[in-house]
């Protein structure tokens, strides 16, 4: 029986979250998105959002959690991978996870993370799933996918130029939810020669330019674990459990999930959804 947390957080509010101890130790497909809230009453009477979408990170090649995930989809949502869909294996590794998420029928986005780009070379990603940091609507939502996950570099400086001129364009009033691989102030590395000056200095300035947009929310793969911190806005949340060994234990989050994100009015909250 699937385990289900409830977590709700209202738009632009400063939530700090405390680490356990425990946890301290340690592209796109187009496709229309439908209101996935329900609900009667009058046009006038619903929220301006009311939809939902699914979102996992780091599957590492393996298609039997995702088929599971995707089975739990409900109509009208779609799912994004926050990274990490390959092992960096190739070209035949990476069409072949493409090949079977078109073969699912649900809609889908991806982002490229450290195992899709080997020595930072996204050319493999792009080739199969085309651009590597893009944006999209959905209803009243602006939803942008970053590509922070370059060795040596964290996010390029296109890219940061891009997302400041994208969200300069977004237009008054629209909710901004981010993606990207990995989560900006991590409080673990999970690399082998630690976080380089550049990839912090530019995780820090992406994480700025969310915040000065009004993000409430990023969500991130590359950490093998279900895990939320920091203050905010906007609030990261870490889900790395779609295939990949944890890195931290059971109770910390290291467990097998996804997330159900939840968009209704100007409120963005999800479930952790066990596996």
């Not at 946890?23 to 619903?46: I, K, N, Y």
């Not at 996204?122 to 199969?128: L, N, P």
């Not at 905010?232 to 990949?244: D, E, K, L, Y």
């Not at 467990?255 to 963005?268: I, K, M, S």
């Amino acid at each position: 029986m699937k385990e289900i947390e409830r977590r709700r957080y209202p738009l632009r509010a400063l939530i700090p979250v405390v680490l356990t101890a425990g946890a301290l130790l340690l592209s796109s497909c187009a496709g229309t998105v439908t209101g996935g809230g329900g609900g009667g009453g009058s046009a006038q009477d619903r929220p301006r959002n009311e939809f939902s979408f699914l979102v996992c990170g780091d599957p590492h090649a393996r298609t039997d959690l995702l088929q599971r995930i995707a089975g739990e989809a409900r109509e009208g949502e779609f799912l994004v991978i926050a990274g990490d869909v390959s092992t960096g294996k190739g070209l035949e590794e990476m069409q072949g996870m493409k090949d079977f998420l078109d073969a699912s029928g649900l809609e889908y986005h991806v982002i490229p993370g450290d195992n899709d780009m080997p020595a930072g070379d996204a050319t493999v990603f792009k080739s199969v799933f085309g651009a590597d940091y893009y944006s999209l609507d959905k209803e009243d939502c602006h939803l942008v996918f970053l590509n922070d996950a370059v060795i040596g570099t964290g996010c390029p400086d296109e890219c940061l130029s891009w997302l400041r001129s994208d969200l300069a364009g977004m237009g008054e009033g629209k909710v901004l939810i981010a993606f990207a691989h990995v989560p900006p102030g991590a409080p673990v590395d999970v690399g082998r020669s630690g976080f380089q000056e550049r990839e912090t200095e530019s995780a820090r300035e992406m994480l700025d330019i969310l915040g000065q947009a009004g993000a409430p929310v990023l969500y991130c793969g590359h950490i093998h674990a279900y895990m939320l911190y920091g203050s905010g806005p906007p609030r990261v949340v870490v889900t790395g459990g779609a295939g990949a060994k944890p890195h931290v234990s059971e109770q910390s989050g290291g467990y097998d999930h996804f997330l159900r994100v939840t968009v209704r009015g100007d409120e963005v909250s999800e479930e952790v959804i066990r596996l």
